[in-house]
Every structure is written in structure tokens, then in C-alpha cells.
């Protein structure tokens, strides 16, 4: 430890405190590194800093006998969320392997209590001010790793000092008295998440939460560190003083028999990190460092930041549209009344637009299209609007383009011609020069001319699919490498019928484990999703008739039919009222659905049931969150509520975690009594450097599958709905801010009329 510090001082002897610090910007309190459990810290310690708002991250770390996997997400400026597995070698996944290493599942919390230099207090100097920040490491989990923390950081110059107090598995040092416990033991016992039972719930019943366990030991610990950001660009080095607990006496590596003992030689640690930056938005941080005395240490973590989207990827030029020449379509003869359409059509589908139809309505043309290419549907109006003006009649004024998905209308977006016009000439079109609404209000006089050359149409598409099961009662993971092909046909505006079919690969599911009988007192609806791996290796996955009609311009319906999923197949519909820029919509689902064989053939099980639920949906006014709660019947029969926040990104991603509440009890549930996971949504254009698509890949995060709060995989209106809306700045709400809620309560005289 001695000879790390003395060649890390060797190597940075530069003043401590000198005025030039390489890249790292003094004021930029977000460039701290992270720790070994995933978070902004020193090395298993943590800091009162935040990365910036937005940013995402997930790396590796290793000292033995531990290695982590993490993933980071700066869902707010003021919450720093971690999830994280620990793999330790000291103990067996289960008592009877005789290879695989205890893993623990894990869930940190940060929460920003004060921004340093934001000086809450008239009397006290800003620069005086620290950042502090508040923390619960293992939250829901196990709580084998549990503790809680106050930290404070103060950056002078290139040094950022932290010192902060533990409780729990940062306790590990007997420093002081517990100056909370009389918060703790009175104010927090009274409070709970789920059903806990018992001093050990935590470890029966992982993710029941018991606030009467934050901060309640009777002795605390105090920890703290700095890093020091060298001359060298990028590099900083970090000291720490770590008081967590760890099992000393135990042997590092379990399968070894000659492995020696975990030992604390000592309490001071110290790593350097090295940041590499191969793009604006991207960062890479690598750590090496020597811990407890007597261990190295290592670390990797890629950051990237959702908020950047970085420049366009789709570039609209300047362009001169031509003069409209051609006679009203009224007067034009067949011919040319053919020749005028076809072009349009030709050139929108060139463009890469599907066409629905063109609408001559008096003064104004139409095209209703449908687009995969351009996520921003603004520069989908402005493709399609710049053909439809170069081909208009002298008497058009006016051009709207009609957004559809799946065969429903989700935007109409109107500008006048000579508006579009003007604005091409200096590149793209601007938003705000557009006017968006449902009016589907046509002349008795209009002329509809419908693509006869659309239906029947097809496409057929094959990709890679992983599916796995994370913390298996017999294997920590199992995993799943198919081929999926999938085949849509349409027959009609709204009229789909869609086959997959799953091509297995490779799979560890029959690799010498015997399958584990799932348990709770619910039908077993998806514990046996083990099951229809291992025995329908590759099968259909999806084979089912939807039919999507607008209702009204504000009610949009859908029928569905056939194998709706992997485990069932049914029928049912759902209907979805979404007003005209209104943050609210309302929605109702209903299915009978029947279990399928597990070999994903065209068998069925016996189970059978009838699920649905009535929704609502708000999109908040701060933040671009959403809000979605779903009250009814789940598919294993049970009763609740299906509670979902997320939150979207500039780039277009969203995260988004779920917490869903039913009647059962917490055997039936498994954790704590309430089902929960996360999931999030990457657009596939953040890897495309000259194109664009509105293409997702989503992935979901749940600590433990069981039976309880499971709805039918059927696929939602409200979010076909929102695809185009959500890139679209006039349809998000702006952000909210205290100044406008209290603006009418106003104390000023007003003024006499």
C-alpha cells in the first residue's frame, strides 16, 4: 500500500494544488469516477458527487474474493440509481454446486440533499458549502450487502475531499454512537413496503423493505477519501479510508482448497483511474488499485449519456420547390388526374413512405403515409411535405401530412404551402411553423384517390433474440440464443396477420440441472417459462389476426386473435380514448386466454382465464415523465393495481421501473409482497452515425419471476399512439417549474380597469 502511494506521488508530483489540472475543469463536479459497487466514489466507498443528468453506465469490478457487475442511471440530477449482481467466490451459489460462486442481487439509491456553492443559509459564505448527499446501498434486496450513508464533498482546486458517516455494511468500524437512533427506532419502524417478517425478512422475503432498518445501529462509522485530478489529462488518483464490513477468517475462493483466508491488513486503499473518451458522448473509465492491504483491485465502466443526442443524423437541405403549374385537379382530365397521383405516390415511396391515399380537399392535399425511416417525425412532414408542394395544382394552398401506425391516424400535421416553401430554402423545417390536430373534416367535393398497388403487402424480417432467467433456485443464469423470423402480412388499412417463429441456437437449459417446481399458491403462468425453453427449443412464438380502426378521431379500437405470445394464445380487444393535447388518456382491455403446450406447437394446456384491466395515463408536467396505472385481473387470476413511472430521454430513450400491488401474499409474490422491475428502451439510432429509424430495442430487469401481477404479452394502444407523438416537441409537455404554479398567487396590486 505504502509503495502504490509513494510511485502514484512519484509519478504526479505536481503541487497539489496547482492551478492547471489537465482536462479536468474545477468546477465540473460531475467528472468523479466511479466506485466498485457501480456508483460515483472513491473504491468501495462512496461521494456526495453526480454524473450529469442522464448519463447511463455499466461496468465490471473485481478484488477478491469479489467480482460485481453494475449498471448505473442518472435518472434525475439528484438521484443516482445503481443495480448490481455480486459474485462471491467465499460461499456456493447453492449448498450442492460444486462450481458456481454466490451471487447477490442489489439496488443502491443516491439522493442529492444539497448542491455545493447553493448556500440555503443568507449567513454562510457559498463557497463554504459542500455537496451532500444521502444513500441506501442493497435497497430491496437480500440485504446482505444493506447500509445506509451521509457523505459530504468539497472540491478545492484538483482535490475533492469526501467525508461521510455509515451505518450497516459501512459500519464496520467501531468510531461513534448511532446520533439517528432515536429517527430510526421511532419515526422509520413505523414505515414498510411489503410484508416483512421477522429480524430475517429481508434474507426470506428479498424486497420487502422495512424502513425501521435504515439507519438503526447502535454504532456508526466514519469514511471519507480524495481524488486528486493530476496534470496528467484524464488520470486522477484516489485514497481512501474504507469502513465496511467484510468476513475476515473466510476462505477467498470456496472451490479452492488451498486458497488462503480474507484478511484487512489495512483500512487505507488507493487506485488510479484513467478516463478515455473515444467520442463526445462517450467516456470510458479504467481503474487498478491496491485494497485492503493486501489485494488489487480493478475496474471498467462505459458511460454514455442519454440527453446527448449529438448533431442530426438525417441532414434536410436547402431546396427551391417548384412553382405550381398544373390546373386544379378538378379540371384535369383522367389522364393527367392519374399521372399527378401516381407521381406523388412514386416519389413518397421512393422517399421511403408507405401511401395510404391523396386527398384532394378543395384548397388543401393530403397524404396519409405510413414511416419507419425517420425517428423525428418532423423531418417525416418535412420529406413528405416538400414532395407533396413540388407536385400541388395552382389552387392548393394548403398541405397536411397524416401520420399512421399499424393502420391508426396518430398525427395530422397541417402548414400553409407558401409557409413550406419559405421555410426550405434555408434547410429543414422548423416545428413550430406547423399546426397539428384530429380534424378529419373533408369538402362534399373532395377527391380520394386510395393506392390500390399497397395491399396485400408484406415483410419479413429475421434477428437475434437473447432470453434468459437471472437467479435461477439451481444456477445463477440461464441463457437463450434464437434466430426469430417473423412474417407480417397486411390485407387492409388496420388488417394484420404476423407469424414468429423462434430458431434455437444454443441454450444452457438442459445442461445437468433438474427442473425446479415452481411454488406459491397461484396457477403457475410464467415459472414455467423454463419449461417452454427446454422443451420447444425453437417454435411459433406469435401467430394471431390484429385488426386496428379508428373509432373516432380521438377513439382508437383493436381485435386481436390467435397464439398472442409464447405461453398464450386467445382473443380479446382493447379500446383507448386519447383527447387533443391533453396530458390524460383512458383505456380498457379485455382477454380469454389459454395456456399453451410448452413444446410451442398449436396445442393448448387446460388453464384457462379471463384478464383485463382499466388504464389510465398521465404525462407528468416535469421531467418528460409518464405515468400509467392499470387496475384489474392479472392472468394468474389475482387483483390489483400495475403502477408505472418512466421517464424519456433527449436521445429518445426512456427508463422505466413497475411496481404492481395484488391480493396475494408474499410467498405468492416472492418478494415483499409487490411485483417490481425496470425496464428500458434504447432507440437503435444511437448506433447509426448516418441514418435513422424509429426502431427500439427495449430490456426489462426483474429480481424474481413468479406467478403473482403477470399481464398477457398483447401489445398496448396507448404506446402505438404515443411512437410518433413522444418525437414530437408540440406533444410533450413542457416542463414544469414552482414560479408558474404560484404565479396566480401573486401579492402585487392589481390594475384598475
Not at 69 to 76: H, L
Request: charged share 25%; glycine share 8%; with cysteine.
Amino acid at each position: 500500500m505504502v509503495r502504490f502511494l509513494v510511485l502514484s506521488c512519484f509519478l504526479f508530483s505536481a503541487p497539489i494544488f496547482a492551478n492547471n489540472s489537465g482536462s479536468i475543469d474545477p468546477n465540473d463536479f460531475s467528472q468523479s469516477s466511479h466506485s466498485s459497487r457501480g456508483g460515483v466514489g472513491l473504491i468501495n466507498t462512496p461521494t456526495a458527487r453526480f454524473s450529469d443528468d442522464g448519463e447511463f453506465s455499466m461496468g465490471l469490478s473485481t478484488e477478491a474474493p469479489y467480482n460485481r457487475m453494475f449498471g448505473k442511471m442518472q435518472f434525475f440530477p439528484w438521484l443516482e440509481a445503481v443495480l448490481k449482481y455480486t459474485k462471491g467466490y467465499n460461499e456456493p451459489y447453492i449448498e450442492w454446486s460444486e462450481s458456481e460462486a454466490w451471487t447477490d442481487k442489489g439496488m443502491d439509491l443516491k439522493f442529492r440533499l444539497l448542491e455545493e456553492g447553493n448556500s440555503i443559509f443568507g449567513w454562510l459564505p457559498e463557497k463554504m458549502i459542500p455537496e451532500l448527499a444521502l444513500g441506501i446501498q442493497d435497497f430491496g434486496g437480500t440485504g446482505a450487502y444493506a447500509s445506509e450513508f451521509i457523505v459530504a464533498s468539497k472540491r478545492f482546486k484538483n482535490i475533492d475531499l469526501s467525508l461521510g458517516m455509515g451505518w450497516g455494511a459501512l459500519a464496520g468500524v467501531d468510531h461513534m454512537s448511532n446520533p439517528l437512533d432515536w429517527f430510526s427506532e421511532n419515526i422509520l419502524s413505523r414505515i414498510s413496503l411489503g410484508d416483512v417478517v421477522g429480524e430475517e425478512a429481508n434474507l426470506a422475503h428479498g424486497g420487502a423493505i422495512s424502513f425501521g432498518s435504515f439507519f438503526n445501529d447502535e454504532r456508526v462509522s466514519i469514511f471519507g477519501g480524495i481524488e486528486y485530478f493530476t496534470p496528467v489529462p484524464d488520470l486522477s488518483l484516489k485514497v481512501e479510508y474504507d469502513t465496511n464490513k467484510y468476513p475476515e477468517g473466510t476462505k477467498l475462493d470456496f472451490f479452492d482448497p488451498d486458497s488462503r483466508k480474507f484478511r484487512i491488513d489495512s483500512r487505507l486503499s488507493a487506485a488510479l483511474n484513467y478516463r478515455f473518451r473515444p467520442t463526445e458522448r462517450d467516456n470510458i473509465d479504467l481503474s487498478l488499485g491496491y485494497v485492503h492491504g493486501n489485494t488489487l483491485y480493478a475496474s471498467v465502466a462505459v458511460h454514455s449519456n442519454l440527453h446527448f443526442s449529438g448533431k442530426s443524423n438525417i441532414y434536410m437541405k436547402a431546396e427551391e420547390l417548384n412553382r405550381p403549374y398544373l390546373q386544379p385537379y378538378s379540371r384535369l382530365n383522367a389522364d393527367w388526374k392519374k399521372y399527378l397521383t401516381d407521381t406523388i405516390m412514386w416519389e413518397l415511396g421512393n422517399a421511403g413512405f408507405a401511401t395510404h391515399k391523396i386527398v384532394f380537399n378543395g384548397n388543401e392535399l393530403q397524404a396519409e403515409i405510413s414511416q419507419r425511416r425517420f425517428k423525428k417525425t418532423i423531418q417525416a412532414i418535412d420529406l413528405a411535405g416538400r414532395i407533396l408542394a413540388n407536385n400541388t395544382p395552382t389552387n392548393i394552398d394548403k398541405i397536411t401530412v397524416i401520420n399512421v401506425d399499424m393502420g391508426l391516424e396518430t398525427m395530422r400535421a397541417s402548414i400553409p404551402r407558401a409557409t413550406l416553401v419559405n421555410a426550405v430554402r434555408n434547410g429543414a423545417l422548423d416545428e413550430e411553423l406547423v399546426e397539428f390536430s384530429t380534424n378529419d373534416s373533408l369538402d362534399p367535393g373532395a377527391f380520394v384517390v386510395d393506392n390500390d398497388y399497397l395491399y396485400p403487402h408484406a415483410y419479413f424480417t429475421l434477428k437475434p433474440h437473447l432470453a434468459g432467467t437471472l437467479q435461477h433456485p439451481e444456477k445463477f443464469y440461464f441463457w437463450q440464443i434464437q434466430a426469430v423470423a417473423k412474417g407480417v402480412i397486411s390485407f387492409s388499412k388496420g388488417t394484420y396477420l404476423t407469424a414468429e417463429y423462434g430458431i434455437d441456437i444454443a441454450n444452457n437449459y438442459n445442461k445437468g440441472y433438474d427442473y425446479h417446481w415452481p411454488d406459491g399458491e397461484l396457477y403457475h403462468v410464467r415459472q414455467n417459462r423454463r419449461l417452454y425453453i427446454r422443451e420447444g427449443e425453437s417454435g411459433m412464438r406469435k401467430l394471431l389476426f390484429d385488426y386496428l380502426v379508428d373509432l373516432h378521431p380521438n377513439v382508437k379500437g383493436k381485435f386481436s386473435a390467435g397464439y398472442l405470445e409464447m405461453m398464450f394464445g386467445g382473443v380479446g380487444g382493447e379500446v383507448i380514448y386519447m383527447p387533443d393535447h391533453k396530458r390524460w388518456a383512458l383505456g380498457a382491455n379485455a382477454y380469454w386466454v389459454k395456456q399453451r403446450d410448452f413444446n410451442q406447437k398449436f396445442g393448448f394446456q387446460d388453464y384457462d382465464t379471463v384478464t383485463g384491466f382499466l388504464s389510465y395515463y398521465y404525462d407528468l408536467p416535469f421531467y418528460d415523465m409518464r405515468f400509467k396505472l392499470d387496475f384489474g385481473r392479472f392472468l394468474g387470476k389475482d387483483t390489483g393495481v400495475h403502477i408505472d413511472v418512466s421517464r424519456r430521454f433527449d436521445t429518445g430513450a426512456r427508463f422505466g421501473a413497475v411496481i404492481a400491488l395484488t391480493n396475494c401474499d408474499p410467498d405468492c409474490v416472492g418478494e415483499g409482497s409487490f411485483n417490481k422491475w425496470i425496464y428500458f428502451a434504447l432507440p437503435m439510432d444511437l448506433w447509426l452515425a448516418q441514418a435513422s429509424t424509429r426502431g427500439a430495442s427495449t430490456f426489462a430487469w426483474t429480481p424474481l419471476t413468479k406467478d403473482a401481477a403477470q399481464k398477457v404479452e398483447a401489445g398496448y394502444l396507448y404506446d402505438l399512439m404515443v411512437d410518433a407523438k413522444d418525437e414530437t416537441d408540440s406533444f410533450r409537455q413542457k416542463p414544469w417549474s414552482v414560479k408558474k404554479i404560484l404565479s396566480g398567487f401573486g401579492t402585487s396590486s392589481k390594475k384598475k380597469i
